[in-house]
């Protein structure tokens, strides 16, 4: 086994942020491409977002038990890092993938969904307001990638705290977590 130096761990963390950023990027346009379909798509869009939150979660937990266990002395430190710059990339690849879909592959999408807001609070809406709402219109791909990459930042960010503080200390493979479990 070898020591994990900061330019493995950036390394190691962009490799698991391509496979995070790829799924979830893939949902994107996977849930965009079901909202056209109808009624029943609205009920598998929510069982796949529930199976890609649990997905990423114990994905994120592996990659975290590999490395302490590919790499001789991985302390707490070095996992917390590990899903930081996980997050990071993941947060940048989800967020050109957001972009893309909604500015290049689903743009009638936003527009349906801005006509349905000015039909049904158009009467309520001054000539400022609507105004406002075209603006948000031409500028939510913009949107969509800031707040989608925000948002991956900041879920990584808390995931990678949480697990790096519930991960057993040590170099135990997951056989021996289980067996201690087990015995317990």
């Given at each position: 086994m070898e020591l994990l130096d900061s330019k493995t761990l950036r390394s190691e963390g962009a490799k698991a942020g391509l496979i995070f950023g790829t799924l979830s990027g893939g949902y994107i346009f996977l849930s965009q491409w079901l909202s056209?379909?109808?009624?029943?798509?609205?009920?598998?869009?929510?069982?796949?977002e529930v199976a890609k939150i649990a997905g990423l979660i114990v994905l994120m937990r592996h990659y975290m038990l590999s490395l302490k266990?590919?790499?001789?002395?991985?302390?707490?430190?070095q996992v917390f890092r590990f899903g930081l710059y996980t997050a990071f990339y993941s947060a940048m690849i989800t967020a050109a993938c957001a972009y893309i879909a909604y500015a290049y592959v689903f743009p009638e999408a936003v527009a349906e969904t801005m006509d349905v807001l000015r039909q049904s609070f158009?009467?309520?809406?001054?000539?400022?307001?609507?105004?406002s709402l075209e603006l948000v219109e031409n500028k939510f791909p913009l949107y969509a990638f800031f707040s989608n990459g925000i948002w991956c930042l900041l879920y990584g960010t808390v995931l990678s705290f949480i697990l790096s503080r519930t991960l057993p200390e040590g170099t135990m493979t997951e056989e021996e977590e289980e067996e201690e479990d087990d015995e317990q």
């Amino acid at each position: 086994m070898e020591l994990l130096d900061s330019k493995t761990l950036r390394s190691e963390g962009a490799k698991a942020g391509l496979i995070f950023g790829t799924l979830s990027g893939g949902y994107i346009f996977l849930s965009q491409w079901l909202s056209g379909m109808g009624q029943a798509a609205g009920i598998v869009n929510l069982i796949l977002e529930v199976a890609k939150i649990a997905g990423l979660i114990v994905l994120m937990r592996h990659y975290m038990l590999s490395l302490k266990t590919v790499y001789d002395g991985v302390d707490r430190g070095q996992v917390f890092r590990f899903g930081l710059y996980t997050a990071f990339y993941s947060a940048m690849i989800t967020a050109a993938c957001a972009y893309i879909a909604y500015a290049y592959v689903f743009p009638e999408a936003v527009a349906e969904t801005m006509d349905v807001l000015r039909q049904s609070f158009g009467k309520m809406m001054d000539s400022n307001t609507l105004r406002s709402l075209e603006l948000v219109e031409n500028k939510f791909p913009l949107y969509a990638f800031f707040s989608n990459g925000i948002w991956c930042l900041l879920y990584g960010t808390v995931l990678s705290f949480i697990l790096s503080r519930t991960l057993p200390e040590g170099t135990m493979t997951e056989e021996e977590e289980e067996e201690e479990d087990d015995e317990q």
